[in-house]
């Protein structure tokens, strides 16, 4: 008995070894990017191509989770863009992958993270836990230091913004920096609103200026929606979350091929369709 237990024993291992060989992988770029990132691939530098080949990374620097999942965010022409997500029960970040389909299978070609500078995760700590009552108590503690040196609200309010201003930005940096799945939440839990508010920006004049909150109009809808502002003009409609310095991240509309962006690494990082015409978008 014990020796047949060890015959399938070595029996499985022997499959499971060659499973694991890289041409397994490469037939599907899905499949090839989680096999990737958990080191099933052996060598990995089998399974690079172009920039990711010349400049390979270290899965020492890849984040660290006990949960690891590959989700297709687009494939065309041969390319395909990659999302692998890592997460615990708290928290969750976002590695993309691009692949290029080769003459000997799929390979992965780059890969991106999406960061936001430094300064805005400190602000993220300066506002840890702090939910909208405390966020207001902070800003009349301030308003009232400044009302003491002989500054008037209007003038502290130029300086600093108004207290709904404060708390928008600390809604939205929070959002701004959060996972793919947490966007996707928002905009779930939110979504009649966004279609409400496609359906008004819609029916404005296109322009290239973009629509921001002092728009009478759409303005209150996109600070409830906590976007910085929308554009209407050429290419898909667009809402804005942020947008720091080439790194932006947000919510567009496209049901037609002819507005449909295409993922490049040096551009359009993440587009992942959330139903309806809409997907998150996020660019470097």
Not at 57 to 71: C, G, H, M, N, T
Not at 180 to 204: G, N, P, Y
Request: aromatic share 10%; charged share 25%.
């Amino acid at each position: 008995m014990r020796f047949t237990l060890l015959l399938l024993a070595i029996a499985i291992l022997s499959n499971l070894t060659v499973a694991q060989t890289l041409e397994e992988f490469t037939t599907d770029p899905t499949v090839l990017a989680e096999a990737y990132v958990r080191g099933q691939v052996q060598p990995l530098d089998s399974a690079l191509t172009g920039e990711a080949a010349e400049n390979p990374i270290s899965l020492f620097k890849l984040p660290k989770a006990p949960r690891i999942k590959a989700i297709p965010h687009w494939q065309k022409g041969g390319r395909a863009l990659v999302d692998v997500e890592f997460s615990s029960n708290t928290s969750a970040e976002d590695l993309y992958i691009f692949l290029d389909s080769t003459s000997r299978g799929w390979r992965i070609s780059s890969l991106r993270q999406f960061n936001l500078p430094g300064v805005y995760y400190q602000q993220l700590n300066h506002y840890r836990n702090k939910g909208e009552r405390s966020i207001r108590e902070d800003y009349n503690v301030k308003l009232k230091a400044s009302m003491e040196r002989g500054v008037t609200k209007s003038e502290h309010e130029e300086v600093h913004g108004t207290i709904d201003d404060r708390i928008f930005y600390v809604f939205n940096l929070r959002l701004a920096s959060s996972p793919d799945r947490d966007l996707i939440r928002h905009f779930e839990h939110l979504r009649k609103k966004f279609d409400e508010a496609k359906t008004l920006v819609d029916s404005m004049p296109k322009s290239p200026i973009a629509l921001e909150h002092d728009n009478e109009q759409v303005g209150k809808m996109l600070q409830y929606l906590l976007v910085k502002r929308a554009y209407h003009g050429e290419g898909p409609l667009r809402f804005e979350v942020a947008a720091i310095g080439g790194d932006d991240v947000g919510y567009l509309y496209c049901d037609d091929a002819s507005c449909m962006p295409t993922p490049t690494p040096g551009g359009l990082i993440a587009f992942r369709s959330l139903g309806g015409g809409w997907w998150l978008y996020r660019t470097t």
